[in-house]
């Protein structure tokens, strides 16, 4: 069974950081575009940055350059997202996706993860 599950969620105060991890599971991952979506409440799923399995070219919303960064690791089929100088409208619930094509329409996604940024 193909999962994949999120961690690293949680409250942090404006300012501070948090790092999520996806830990994938069930086939190798690494043929596949990989990324990062949010939900905050009321809202769309965005898409937040998204990683390409063969030059792992990466690429970011712009409301997050220069702040977050995502990175995979093939060997431990593990997909991370370093957030830095978090702001409260990065609150939402992230998750996780693996596409063949791309991430966008992602065969896979996991659960998510509640990040909450108190100002």
């Known amino acids: 069974q193909v999962q994949l599950v999120e961690s690293g969620g949680g409250l942090v105060e404006a300012g501070g950081s948090l790092r999520l991890s996806c830990a994938a599971s069930?086939?190798?991952?690494?043929?596949?575009?990989m990324g990062w979506f949010r939900q905050a409440p009321g809202k769309e799923r965005e898409f937040v940055a998204r990683?390409?399995?063969?030059?792992?070219?990466?690429n970011y919303t712009d409301s997050v350059k220069g702040r977050f960064t995502i990175s995979k690791d093939n060997a431990k089929n593990t997909l991370d997202l370093q957030m830095n100088s978090l702001k409260p409208e990065d609150t939402a619930v992230y998750y996780c996706?693996?596409?063949?094509?791309?991430?966008?329409?992602?065969?896979?996604w996991g659960q998510g993860t509640q990040v909450t940024v108190s100002s």
């Open positions: 996706a693996a596409g063949l094509k791309g991430v966008t329409g992602a065969e896979y």
């Open positions: 069930g086939r190798t991952f690494s043929r596949f575009y």
């Open positions: 990683i390409g399995w063969r030059s792992g070219a990466t």
